[in-house]
């Protein structure tokens, strides 16, 4: 769903869908599966988008290849095939409803009642109202028809509304108390918990140690930048804040560095030069270096890097 470098090399590309552009489900490290829907519905704003999400194309490749009819139609027919063959993810069925759920025989609306602007959105192509698109894979509905509130219990809310109230406080309508679990079960399910037999809650890496000539990397996050989506957006450009590396006061003393000099740090036989920021979060020994930053990509491939030299501020 990006141009990479990778797309640059390849002979055919496909319209891969983005996690916000189709349905699935996601792991967490805690084990606990849980679905993702789709937003919208691209085709119905743009009749020649052809995307598509990954699992769609690979099963229509591979019926092709074999010359079968495509039997994977419905996100639940990809979920319920992945369950069977891997049993360790046997339990992601039951990650939320299947397409077939209902409530009072309708489906569960996406928009809230007061979203009015269908038409609108279409306005440059015609002023005629088509019918919403149908989604076949889950049991939302993409409009604001459909069952909308809080008083049949579903583990399916799109959002939070009851008349009177404002958003924030209308999810205590849909719980069994203030802060408590979803009336009608909480999303997602568990995978795996503390008694499965997995080094993954055993196995404690070793206290940290600063190590001579060298800097641990500490991968930083950024609200706006560090995410590979949105760092492409122009709307998004102005609010990414500058490459920094990030040190402790006490590493950036034994560095003889100040706040707003330069590290140098030589990464795969370059060196790149990044203004230093004190942050007590750190441990001595450690650098911490901004992801989906063009200027570390290379680094943060790596585990350490060297220290070479730093330049004081003028």
Same mark, same amino acid.
């Not at 009749?47 to 052809?50: D, H, S, T």
């Not at 740090?265 to 795969?268: T, V």
């Given at each position: 769903h990006q141009h990479t470098a990778t797309v640059a090399t390849a002979d055919w590309v496909l319209s891969a869908a983005s996690f916000v552009e189709g349905d699935g489900t996601v792991v967490?490290? /805690?084990g606990r599966a849980q679905r993702f829907y789709q937003v919208f519905d691209p085709s119905y704003y743009d $009749? /020649?988008?052809?995307v598509r999400e990954s699992?769609?194309?690979l099963h229509a490749l591979r019926s092709t290849l074999i010359g079968q009819d495509v039997r994977w139609t419905q996100l639940d027919d990809a979920t319920? $095939?992945? $369950? $069977?063959?891997?049993p360790a993810l046997a339990a992601i069925v039951d990650a939320g409803p299947a397409a077939s759920f209902r409530?009072?025989?309708l489906k569960i609306a996406r928009e809230p009642r007061r979203y009015s602007g269908r038409t609108a959105m279409r306005a440059n192509i015609s002023v005629h109202e088509p019918r919403a698109s149908q989604d076949i894979d889950t049991a939302l509905a993409f409009s604001m028809e459909g069952y909308s509130g809080p008083n049949e219990n579903s583990r399916l809310v799109p959002f939070a509304a009851a008349p009177g109230w404002n958003s924030p406080q209308a999810w205590s309508k849909f719980q069994d108390e203030v802060g408590g679990h979803l009336r009608g079960g909480d999303e997602g399910t568990r995978l795996f918990s503390g008694t499965h037999d997995s080094a993954y809650f055993t196995d404690i890496p070793l206290a940290f140690s600063a190590v001579a000539g060298q800097l641990r990397i500490v991968v930083r996050h950024h609200l706006f930048g560090s995410d590979e989506l949105s760092a492409r957006a122009a709307v998004v450009a102005p609010r990414i804040a500058e490459a920094f590396a990030g040190l402790s006061p006490v590493t950036a003393a034994r560095l003889q560095l100040g706040a707003g000099d330069t590290l140098t740090?030589?990464?795969?036989g370059e060196a790149v030069s990044l203004p230093v920021q004190f942050s007590a979060s750190l441990a001595d020994g450690a650098v911490s270096l901004p992801q989906g930053y063009g200027v570390c990509a290379s680094a943060l491939q790596e585990r350490w890097v060297a220290s070479i030299a730093g330049g004081h501020a003028e």
């Open positions: 967490s490290q /805690e $009749a /020649e988008v052809l699992w769609r194309w319920g $095939a992945t $369950a $069977a063959h891997h409530i009072q025989g740090l030589s990464i795969n």
